[in-house]
Structures are given as C-alpha cells and as structure tokens.
C-alpha cells in the first residue's frame, strides 16, 4: 500500500523565520510528488516534482525532490503570517490519477 | 470555469438518516475523487472515476456507502444509514489526464456533521 508521511505534525515559528517541511513517501510506479496548501478550505496547488534535484520555485516558498532517498522537502522563507496552513504532499503514481496524500504539517506564524 | 463545485457547504443531519453529498467537477476533466478529511487519518481517498467509470472503490469504508457519476457534469456521494463517525469533511476533486500533469483540483468541501 502507497504511504507518504510528514513531518513534522505541526510548526509554530516566529514571523521572518526560515522553515523547512518534510515529506517521505513510498509509492509504487512512483509519478509526481505534489504539495498543497490548505488554510481553511480546499487544498490550493503550490508544486508538482517529478525530477531529482530540480527545484521549483515560488516567490518565498520552494521544494526540491530526492528520488533515490524518496523525500521532498518544502522550504518557506520570511515566513508572514498568512502563511499558516495545513501543508499537505501527495505522491501519485503512473497508471492511474491517485493521489495519495500525507497527513500534513500544521504550520502556525506568530506576528 | 467556476472551478469544482460542491454542495451542500454543510450538513447537519441525524443518526440514520440519508445523506448525499453532490459535485460537479471542471469541465473537461476526466478524473474525478471522492477524499474524506478528519483530524485523526488526514485525507483519505474514498473512490475515483476516470471517464465516469468507478476504478478503485477501496477506500470505501463500508457498504453504507456508495458514489455514482451519472455523467460527466455530476457525481454523488450517498451515506445511508449515516453514523457519527462519518462526520467529516468530504472533498470532491477532478483533473486532467495526460502523460505531464497530474494536479488535481478540489472543490471547497461538505462539512457533515452526525449527531
């Protein structure tokens, strides 16, 4: 059975901080790695990885993929307030459009 | 487009009773997932549609449970009888196949609540 874990369950940082999330999967047929985030509703999409050492990035937040160790890491620099999320990753695999997904990290910015 | 739709917003209903929880995926999607959210398992996929056809129901807890796509502009999720530990937060999600893109959008969620 597909597993992702994260890590770790919850954050809570000062603002202007650095903070780095992590994200281990096991996934057959092993695909993309997403990352998501969720404040109070739907999870929004902030990355999809699909190469080694390839990082992407978006403003202050950026993520990289290690497919050999099979983690991902999510890095939010100057954290802000809005900030505070649930940051979720999924890991699919090829042949079908599952995601599966962690359990999520709860990161909370103080001002 | 208005992006994936779901209604009701929330439900509040009795042990026992029917529940059907409603969405409507992006137009043009062909993947459309059922996923239910607790604080304790997280997002947990229940079943999910390629082309309106079920592939994999495992995630389904039970038999009190069941999902249908009628067409590709609507799918149902029904409870009955519905029990407390069903309360929850129902996500209704669609993508896109293709050999590069496999991000999927959600819609805003029913929060169910059983007493």
């Known amino acids: 059975e597909d597993k992702v874990v994260q890590s770790p369950l919850s954050l809570v940082v000062h603002e202007g901080d650095t903070v780095t999330l992590n994200c281990s999967y096991e996934?057959?047929?092993?695909?993309?790695l997403l990352w998501y985030k969720q404040e109070k509703k739907a999870p929004t999409f902030l990355f999809m990885l699909t190469s080694s050492g390839i990082e992407k990035k978006s403003g202050r937040l950026s993520s990289i993929l290690d497919k050999k160790e099979l983690f991902s890491i999510l890095n939010i620099t100057a954290t802000q307030t809005g900030d505070s999320a649930v940051y979720l990753c999924?890991?699919?695999?090829?042949?079908?459009?599952?995601?599966?997904f962690g359990t999520g990290t709860r990161l909370t910015i103080i001002p | 487009d208005a992006g994936v739709i779901q209604s009701p917003r929330h439900e509040v209903t009795e042990m026992g009773q029917e529940v059907t929880l409603r969405c409507k995926p992006i137009s043009g999607h062909d993947y459309l997932f059922w996923y239910r959210q607790t604080m304790m398992r997280g997002l947990e996929l229940l079943i999910y549609f390629n082309n309106n056809v079920p592939i994999d129901d495992s995630g389904m807890p039970e038999d009190r449970f069941s999902a249908k796509m009628p067409n590709a502009s609507f799918s149902t999720l029904k409870i009955q009888p519905s029990e407390p530990r069903d309360s929850a937060v129902y996500f209704c999600?669609?993508?896109?196949?293709?050999?590069?893109?496999?991000?999927?959008?959600f819609g805003q969620g029913t929060r169910l609540t059983v007493v």
């Open positions: 999600a669609s993508s896109f196949s293709s050999w590069a893109n496999t991000e999927a959008f």
């Open positions: 999924a890991g699919t695999n090829f042949g079908n459009e599952k995601l599966t």
């Open positions: 996934v057959t047929n092993f695909r993309s």
